[in-house]
């Protein structure tokens, strides 16, 4: 994970600094989800034109259904007069996922079955507010996501993948926050 965000980041610092000649080019990091980093934690990159932005991260998973998820998001701004911005998002995501059936023991789940890693593939959409604070910036969104498991996945491991859309990395749900740092 943290050297396809190194390669990522590498490429497009060189980028940005080829395009930021006329000033309108910004180029951003950021942590995602520093206050549930017990949980899921990562980062990403993104590359901001005008009114447009493309974002690439990778988050960490450590729950139920532990593994990664990597995505590609595009974001457009709207009201950007403004010092905090208002937006709205698609993004594409894809990573995989292990059950581990130990971590669910205060819901009597005595089992301690192991299931994955499952590779999955889904998209979203949603809304989003950035505030910006010169350098620094906090960034919120709320939209919807859904991830499809594999066609040939067995139907007796649903039942262990039923808070995957809840609280797993497939959560339908799509609520995140973001601290960076933008030059």
């Not at 971590?103 to 999955?120: C, E, M, Q």
Request: charge should be positive; charged fraction near 20%; hydrophobic fraction near 40%.
């Amino acid at each position: 994970m943290s050297k396809f965000i190194l390669v990522t980041l590498i490429a497009l610092m060189t980028f940005n600094g080829v395009m930021a000649k006329d000033g309108k080019y910004t180029l951003a990091v950021h942590i995602t989800n520093p206050l549930g980093a017990y949980t899921k934690y990562g980062g990403g990159a993104e590359l901001r034109i005008r009114q447009s932005a493309w974002m690439i991260s990778s988050v960490k998973y450590n729950g139920i259904y532990a593994g990664k998820q990597f995505r590609f998001e595009y974001q457009k701004y709207f009201k950007t007069y403004k010092k905090h911005e208002n937006f709205f998002y698609v993004k594409l995501c894809g990573g995989d996922a292990t059950y581990d059936g130990s971590k669910l023991s205060l819901l009597d789940d005595k089992t301690k079955v192991i299931i994955g890693p499952v590779n999955y593939v889904g998209g979203g959409a949603g809304i989003g507010r950035r505030l910006n604070y010169k350098h620094f910036f906090l960034m919120f969104n709320l939209g919807a996501k859904y991830v499809f498991l594999p066609p040939d996945f067995p139907d007796e491991y649903h039942e262990r993948f039923r808070y995957f859309y809840s609280t797993g990395p497939g959560a339908i749900i799509d609520l995140n926050m973001r601290l960076g740092f933008q030059f």
